[in-house]
């Protein structure tokens, strides 16, 4: 391996290294009722985004907080050796993305019938450290 490929590719896992993200499939929440929840918490420190989910009063909430709370754990393995509160985690990207959707017929007057659309969503969750001194 070449001097300048081996330079890089430390890099890149240097830089691997400070992200972790955790994702969310098929849950059975509109994606319309998600990306309420989600857009409180882009962009924010993950202390203050479970305190913000934790009081929340939407649904969705609890189970964005589950995910970030994953999503934790998950930079936790990453990082045995450094401590959550010097790495100065945030929300770098949280997406939600429409998933299946389940079709159901509810009966209508005169024999007729209106189709019902159960949706369902996939939250993908990305934390970043903003802390310099970690390699």
Same mark, same amino acid.
């Given at each position: 391996?070449?001097?300048?490929?081996?330079?890089?590719?430390?890099?890149?896992?240097?830089?691997? $290294? $400070?992200?972790?993200?955790?994702?969310?499939?098929?849950?059975?929440?509109?994606?319309?009722?998600?990306?309420?929840?989600?857009?409180?918490?882009? /962009? +924010?420190?993950?202390?203050?985004?479970?305190?913000?989910?934790?009081?929340?009063?939407? *649904?969705?909430?609890?189970?964005?907080?589950?995910?970030?709370?994953?999503?934790?754990?998950?930079?936790?393995?990453?990082?045995?050796?450094?401590?959550? *509160? *010097?790495?100065?985690?945030? !929300?770098? *990207?949280?997406? +939600?993305?429409? /998933?299946?959707?389940?079709?159901?017929?509810?009966?209508?007057?005169? /024999?007729?019938?209106?189709?019902?659309?159960?949706?369902?969503?996939? !939250?993908?969750?990305?934390?970043?450290?903003?802390?310099?001194?970690?390699?």
């Amino acid at each position: 391996m070449g001097v300048r490929k081996k330079q890089m590719a430390e890099r890149i896992k240097a830089e691997k $290294k $400070k992200i972790a993200f955790a994702k969310l499939n098929n849950c059975p929440t509109s994606p319309r009722k998600m990306r309420l929840v989600a857009d409180l918490i882009r /962009g +924010v420190q993950v202390e203050k985004a479970l305190a913000i989910l934790k009081f929340s009063q939407k *649904e969705a909430s609890r189970r964005v907080e589950k995910l970030l709370l994953s999503a934790i754990a998950n930079w936790q393995s990453k990082n045995e050796d450094a401590d959550i *509160e *010097e790495a100065d985690l945030i !929300v770098k *990207e949280i997406r +939600v993305d429409s /998933g299946a959707m389940l079709k159901r017929l509810r009966p209508a007057p005169q /024999g007729r019938a209106h189709r019902i659309r159960k949706r369902s969503n996939h !939250v993908t969750l990305v934390l970043e450290s903003n802390n310099k001194t970690q390699s």
